[in-house]
């Protein structure tokens, strides 16, 4: 398994802000990953984070929206930029490891726009 | 038709209880199946994992799979008061390494 620290853990942001959440993991992982949890519904894939690379987005998200940086194989950064009310979730950083490629999450970042 | 449906509940149940959770699914593409329970505030914690069709037992947890009618559950004895959570079914292809989730179940077990 792996551990995962995301931060931070939540926020209240004005809209129009930007906000940039951190995910540290404890081994060096191949696969790094962004999703959204919405209330009631499945978690929403935005981006897979490419070591030394561009992310790869989902449909529906874009990278002038939430850009992604991977510097390195245990670290990677998501940014929700120029925030409105809708984009008010809960942000979960997750890495995929071992054998059986298992997907492991981090805590998740709670975020309100207001 | 979503690729995999999961109802939202919730599901109360006394404690003691056993409790079956349960998804379906259309895609006969996947393979692997998986569980993962999250807590208020947390993040998804992964319980079973299983390869194709059968049962795997974990503690009071058992995780079976039919594939043939496109269906897994996760079946939970005795349940606890601290079983209360969402649970979320997952699964994926072998040719994939990201998962397609369920929406998840609220269980709540009240003492």
């Known amino acids: 398994s792996a551990v995962i620290s995301q931060k931070p853990s939540r926020d209240i942001c004005q809209r129009g802000t930007s906000l940039t959440i951190q995910c540290q993991v404890d081994?060096?992982?191949?696969?790094m990953f962004w999703y959204r949890q919405q209330p009631g519904q499945s978690l929403t894939l935005i981006a897979t984070a490419n070591q030394g690379s561009e992310a790869t987005y989902e449909s529906g998200f874009v990278i002038d929206k939430f850009p992604i940086s991977r510097p390195n194989l245990t670290f990677s950064t998501l940014t929700v930029s120029n925030m409105s009310p809708e984009d008010s979730s809960i942000y979960l950083c997750s890495v995929d490891t071992g054998a059986r490629r298992e997907a492991f999450f981090g805590q998740g970042t709670r975020l309100t726009v207001v | 038709q979503k690729e995999v449906e999961q109802d939202p509940g919730p599901l109360s149940v006394p404690e003691g209880a056993i409790v079956s959770l349960n998804c379906t699914y259309s895609?006969?593409?996947?393979?692997?199946f998986m569980w993962y329970r999250q807590y208020s505030r947390k993040g998804p914690e992964l319980l079973m994992y299983t390869y194709s069709s059968g049962n795997k037992e974990d503690g009071r947890f058992t995780a079976q799979v039919d594939k043939s009618s496109k269906y897994i559950s996760l079946f939970i004895r005795d349940s606890q008061p601290s079983d209360s959570a969402t649970y979320l079914c997952a699964m994926r292809s072998g040719g994939s390494y990201i998962p397609t989730f369920g929406r998840g179940t609220s269980l709540i077990v009240h003492p």
């Open positions: 895609n006969s593409a996947f393979q692997y």
């Open positions: 081994s060096q992982v191949t696969m």
